[in-house]
């Protein structure tokens, strides 16, 4: 089988259902990915995150390059082991996080020197470097190293960085070893400007990669400018492999994405909103942390199944809060992931049944987008 297969199983307009099978399991897709960072989703348990149909997570290689370091984790069997997680993982590069650094970080051919954020040790991460951590964690889908152009960036800066990105990629194929246990994914880059997203596009396709993901969006620029960019480099990606947008997870990039042709997506957002007291509901977007709801006696989300919504009521939830208890983020994080999960579910529903556009005209309306 190798490390990675993906089949497409139908199609509705662009938006594609398919299943990724990996050495750790098949993932259904279009699929949402909860993040787990620093080898856990924050506030969730890995048996709360099966319950609720999570299929792959995320781990990040920055954060644990630096803490507890790749070695610690390879002596424990790996990042599955390590974490008690037995289903497909995916690890980023680092980059992302390295280029974020801003002053702290030095870019070369090489890679990137920075100062950590724990202790302001100096550190470099590059291609080569990135892949060995990886190798390391063991997880299913490995990312390249890239770099990952801030939004606004001219032209001037946009195409040198995208081309080191394309080099990068290619160093990165040369070190990836354990291609019968690990896939490694490209990034395609290039801003807001399509014929350099073109060009990044051409160039990493030809390296055959088990799948492909299109990076440098969603940092900052405005939707109708995403939507703009991704209409034209999703069709850059082949049709026989997955792809992959980074970094997206409010439900309207998640339809807008699938309505284009993504088959994967991640964000931290679920859980960083939980822990503001924000949720997702089926009419909109809500903050229980609001008086509105001390004497709120109905469930956080009256069409939502899951755990939270039919054991609490607002009213409990804006108590925990106000008190300040850690059980408000661990409720508000597994219904925020429950609910992304399960509007997944229902589009790969909608395009098996032709009918993708009429579930995310419904969705829009309820939501409060239309």
Same mark, same amino acid.
Not at 97 to 104: E, I, K, N
Not at 277 to 287: D, K, L, R, V, Y
Not at 336 to 339: E, Y
């Given at each position: 089988?190798?490390s990675?297969?993906y089949k497409?199983?139908? @199609?509705?307009g662009k938006?594609?259902?398919?299943?990724?099978?990996?050495?750790?399991?098949?993932?259904?897709?279009?699929?949402?990915?909860?993040?787990g960072?620093?080898?856990?989703v924050? &506030?969730?348990?890995p048996e709360?995150?099966k319950?609720?149909?999570?299929?792959i997570?995320?781990?990040?290689?920055?954060?644990? +390059?630096?803490?507890?370091?790749a070695d610690?984790v390879?002596?424990?069997?790996?990042?599955?082991?390590?974490m008690?997680?037995?289903?497909?993982?995916?690890?980023?590069?680092?980059?992302f996080?390295?280029?974020?650094?801003?002053?702290?970080r @030095?870019?070369?051919?090489e890679? *990137?020197?920075?100062?950590?954020?724990?202790?302001?040790?100096?550190?470099?991460?590059?291609p080569?470097?990135?892949i060995?951590?990886?190798?390391?964690?063991?997880s299913?889908?490995?990312m390249?190293?890239?770099?990952? &152009?801030?939004?606004?960036?001219d032209?001037?800066? *946009?195409?040198?960085?995208?081309e080191r990105?394309?080099r990068?990629?290619?160093?990165?194929?040369?070190?990836?070893?354990?291609?019968e246990?690990?896939?490694? +994914?490209?990034?395609?880059?290039?801003?807001?400007y399509?014929?350099?997203?073109?060009?990044?596009?051409?160039?990493?396709?030809?390296?055959d990669?088990?799948?492909?993901?299109?990076?440098?969006?969603?940092v900052?620029?405005? @939707?109708?400018?995403?939507?703009e960019?991704?209409?034209?480099c999703v069709?850059?990606?082949p049709?026989?492999?997955?792809?992959?947008?980074?970094?997206v997870?409010?439900?309207?990039y998640?339809f807008?994405?699938v309505a284009?042709?993504?088959?994967m997506?991640?964000?931290?957002?679920?859980?960083?909103?939980?822990?503001h007291?924000?949720?997702?509901?089926?009419?909109?977007?809500?903050?229980i942390k609001?008086?509105?709801?001390?004497?709120? +006696?109905t469930?956080?989300?009256?069409?939502?199944?899951?755990?939270?919504c039919?054991n609490?009521?607002?009213?409990?939830?804006?108590?925990?809060?106000?008190?300040?208890?850690?059980?408000?983020?661990?409720?508000?994080?597994?219904h925020?992931?429950?609910?992304l999960i399960?509007t997944?579910?229902k589009i790969?529903?909608?395009?098996?049944?032709?009918?993708?556009?009429?579930?995310?005209? @419904?969705?829009?309306?309820?939501?409060?987008?239309?």
């Open positions: 089988m190798g990675l297969t497409l199983i139908k @199609k509705d938006a594609r259902r398919g299943e990724i099978t990996t050495k750790h399991g098949t993932i259904q897709t279009p699929v949402f990915m909860p993040v960072t620093a080898a856990t924050k &506030a969730v348990k709360t995150l319950e609720n149909g999570a299929e997570i995320l781990g990040n290689t920055y954060h644990l +390059f630096l803490r507890p370091g610690i390879r002596e424990a069997g790996g990042l599955h082991k390590f008690n997680w037995d289903r497909p993982i995916l690890t980023d590069s680092g980059g996080q390295v280029f974020s650094l801003g002053d702290l @030095k870019i070369t051919e890679g *990137v020197e920075f100062a950590s954020f724990i202790d302001g040790s100096r550190h470099m991460l590059g080569e470097s990135s060995e951590v990886q190798q390391a964690l063991g299913d889908i490995m390249a190293f890239d770099e990952c &152009a801030p939004y606004p960036a032209r001037e800066y *946009v195409l040198p960085s995208m990105t394309t990068w990629l290619a160093r990165c194929k040369d070190a990836w070893t354990n291609r246990n690990q896939a490694l +994914f490209g990034i395609m880059q290039g801003g807001m399509l014929d350099l997203r073109e060009k990044s596009a051409r160039d990493i396709v030809d390296m990669l088990p799948g492909y993901s299109i990076g440098g969006l969603s900052g620029e405005p @939707k109708e400018l995403m939507c960019v991704l209409d034209e069709d850059f990606l049709e026989e492999k997955p792809r992959y947008l980074m970094g997870g409010t439900p309207d998640l807008e994405g284009r042709g993504v088959d997506f991640d964000c931290v957002l679920p859980t960083r909103l939980a822990r007291g924000a949720a997702f509901t089926h009419s909109g977007q809500i903050n609001n008086a509105k709801f001390k004497r709120d +006696f469930p956080l989300d009256p069409e939502c199944d899951c755990y939270v039919r609490y009521s607002r009213a409990y939830l804006n108590h925990l809060f106000r008190s300040g208890e850690i059980l408000s983020h661990m409720l508000l994080s597994e925020n992931i429950h609910f399960k997944m579910e790969r529903k909608s395009i098996e049944e032709d009918r993708f556009e009429e579930y995310k005209e @419904k969705f829009y309306r309820s939501y409060g987008y239309m």
